[in-house]
């Protein structure tokens, strides 16, 4: 069984946190490039560039309460397999209240990428399902706190 998409979750969670990418990323001398309206489907989800003429594109999403597992407890953080070719070249994921950020680099999404797993996740629940993951190792992960 697969997951139907649920697209009144998403967008409650993808504008916050793409509020918070951009508040994180201005503090660190990158503005925002591109249109936070359109959708870069396993692409990006923004583009940033800084006053030398760096561009960055991100991944962007909100794990809440999971990001402390990922963080404290699991060995690895499950990136959806529609991911595999991104262009990003970090994927940001964030923790509750967006006070926490993981970042992966976009040359460990390319390592960990060929080796998928199928994970069953919501195991137990009416709604259980079987996904395919790229499972980033919690070394290859930075996490920063997020000071206001």
Known sequence: MSRVFNKEAYNNCDA?????????????????????????????????????G?????ENEFRGKKFNFIKEKWHDCHIPIRKKNTECDFYFFWGPEFKEIGIIKRA???????????????????????EEFICIPVKEIHFRKIND
């Open 108 to 130: 460990a999404i390319i390592k960990y990428r060929d080796n998928p797993k199928i994970i069953v996740c919501a195991k137990g629940k009416p709604h259980e399902w079987q």
């Open 16 to 52: 916050p946190a793409k509020k918070a990418a951009i508040k994180y990323l201005e503090k660190k001398g990158f503005y925002l490039i591109s249109d936070l309206d359109k959708e870069y489907y396993k692409r990006f989800d923004c583009v940033f560039i800084n006053s030398q």
């Open 54 to 58: 760096m561009v960055i594109k991100i």
